[in-house]
């Protein structure tokens, strides 16, 4: 694959956009894009082609990997790079002569670029440069005690921070052995876990777990030994049960890490209840890799996210930059050897997010503790994370402002018993047209990826606003806060 990729003239430093299903190719091309020196770019592959027509332009990749079949569904943009290297990348591969060597890069030369959703609407690319990549796999591998006889279930999305690096750089330091499920699916993982020691997730992935049976004794009923769906007792199984989730299930695990949202102490509680064991809750940021940790031996508490890594600094701070006492709410703000090189082609947007020497504004709310453990309490911006994904209102808000029919509309993020927090759009027409809600979802197809859709509109007379005129979300999260959960 290096070697195909330097046949169709990607140089050392150049974007290889992928866009390509869960496999272990698309593992193998993140490693040639690493091994020749490119920058391996991958997308959600829920994006739709208008939103992959953003990230092309922004980013300027030499070469654009898609799924089969979909290349007629690629934006204009990407049949603008030429058709030079049109064709299936497969047949370039067959075709070329092996990458040899590795490519010299410098420890501050980027490897990876990962676009975050931006409070503006625009997405930004986060460049991530080897020495990033290397400090926090290692910082990780050893915090987090990987051994060779490890087996990592891994059922996360690999265009993540999360399932790419934490989870794959974790097991590859130490050669292991990889359960690569292409997505989460409860009975697949429920079979799974006792061939595996580690499994990483999101905690939606461990609710759904959780909302399986514990194990139960089967009901059988004696039927007529005659008949035809019976065992050899004349026995007829009445229904196939669910596949039960317990102890049992997690006896070879020594380690449930979960981190991309928040968990729910009901959820850490219960899930130690049922399984015995304690989930490790650590806290990142595509811009920083892992930032904090609960740690792997002493406790686990939850609800907070652990200590500073090591190598990361952590403070807490107010609006100007100035540390709060202990134990007091601020701005999280971090120096890390993790930390991104900036915001591809944003520099003004990489200075606002830094303090001149060198501290990150990572946007999340929290506080420390004496003994040096963060608990996050919020986020200074409206976003919402939904099972794991971030999704910036801004982005729905300006295409639903746009409908005829629409004077405008609140989007926020509530509580939602499966994926954390569910996106609501909260209408207020102007009354020009009758434009009802299933035109307004009908909107956002093809438009939007659909984990960003509402999943709920209401329509409301006006939105409330403060002195400055500005919408109140908060306001608006407390009104629709029980929208799921009652
Ligand atoms: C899927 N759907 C969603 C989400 N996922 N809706 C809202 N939020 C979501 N997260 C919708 C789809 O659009 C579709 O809707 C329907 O659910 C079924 O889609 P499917 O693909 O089958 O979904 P699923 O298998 O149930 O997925 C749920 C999931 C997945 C397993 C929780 O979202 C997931 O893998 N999340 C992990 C994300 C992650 O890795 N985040 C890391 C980024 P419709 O039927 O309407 O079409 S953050 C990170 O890396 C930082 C640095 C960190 O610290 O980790």
Redesign the pocket.
């Known amino acids: 694959m290096a070697g195909a990729l330097s046949r169709l003239g990607v140089a050392t430093g150049d974007r290889v956009v992928v866009q390509i299903d869960k496999s272990t190719d698309n593992v193998a091309l993140y490693l040639a894009c690493l091994r020749m020196g490119a920058v391996f770019l991958p997308l959600n592959t829920?994006y739709t082609s208008s939103e992959v027509a953003y990230f092309v332009d922004d980013a300027s990749p030499t070469v654009v990997v898609a799924r089969p079949g979909t290349l007629n569904d690629l934006p204009t943009v990407v049949v603008a790079l030429g058709t030079e290297g049109d064709g299936s990348f497969g047949a370039a591969t067959d075709a070329a002569a092996p990458f040899v060597g590795i490519a010299e890069r410098d420890p501050d030369d980027l490897a990876a670029m990962?676009y975050t959703s931006g409070t503006t609407g625009r997405s930004k690319g986060a460049m991530l440069t080897h020495a990033n990549l290397e400090s926090n796999a290692l910082a990780l591998h050893d915090f987090w005690a990987f051994r060779a006889d490890d087996v990592l279930l891994h059922?996360?999305?690999i265009?993540?921070?999360?399932?790419?690096?934490?989870a794959l750089h974790c097991a590859m330091l130490s050669g292991n052995e990889v359960i690569f499920l292409p997505?989460?699916?409860v009975a697949q993982v429920i079979e799974q876990l006792p061939n595996v020691t580690v499994m990483m997730?999101?905690p939606?992935?461990y609710t759904?777990l959780l909302a399986q049976p514990r194990p139960q004794t089967q009901v059988r009923i004696q039927v007529d030994p005659g008949a035809n769906r019976h065992d050899s007792q004349g026995f007829e199984d009445l229904h196939q049960d669910p596949p039960a989730f317990d102890a049992g299930t997690c006896s070879s695990i020594r380690l449930f890490t979960s981190?991309?949202?928040p968990m729910t102490e009901a959820v850490h509680t219960e899930f130690t209840s049922r399984t015995g064991h304690q989930i490790l809750e650590?806290?990142?940021?595509?811009?920083?890799?892992?930032?904090t940790s609960n740690p792997y031996t002493g406790d686990r508490v939850p609800g907070t996210v652990g200590f500073a890594l090591p190598g990361v600094e952590l403070r807490v701070c107010d609006g100007d930059g100035l540390s709060v006492p202990t134990g007091a709410t601020g701005v999280v703000e971090i120096r890390s050897p993790g930390l991104f090189a900036g915001y591809w082609q944003m520099p003004e947007r990489t200075t606002a997010e830094h303090r001149c020497d060198g501290w990150f504004i990572t946007g999340d709310v929290g506080s420390v503790d004496a003994q040096g453990r963060l608990t996050l309490e919020g986020r200074s911006s409206d976003m919402i994370?939904?099972?794991?994904?971030?999704?910036y209102p801004k982005e729905v808000e300006m295409v639903l402002d746009d409908l005829p029919g629409v004077l405008e509309t609140g989007v926020i993020g509530v509580p939602h018993p499966?994926?954390g927090e569910?996106?609501v759009a909260v209408v207020v027409r102007d009354g020009t047209t009758d434009i009802t809600n299933d035109e307004l979802a009908a909107s956002l197809d093809g438009v939007l990826?659909?984990?960003?859709?509402p999943?709920r509109y209401i329509s409301a007379e006006a939105l409330p606003r403060n002195a400055m005129s500005k919408v109140q979300k908060a306001a608006l999260r407390t009104d629709y806060s029980d929208l799921f959960t009652t």
């Open positions: 829920a990962l059922t996360l999305p265009f993540h921070v999360h399932g790419l690096f934490v997505k989460f699916e997730g999101v939606t992935q759904r981190g991309s949202a650590r806290y990142g940021m595509t811009e920083a890799g892992m930032i994370i939904s099972g794991g994904y971030n999704i499966d994926l569910a996106v990826a659909r984990f960003k859709h999943k």
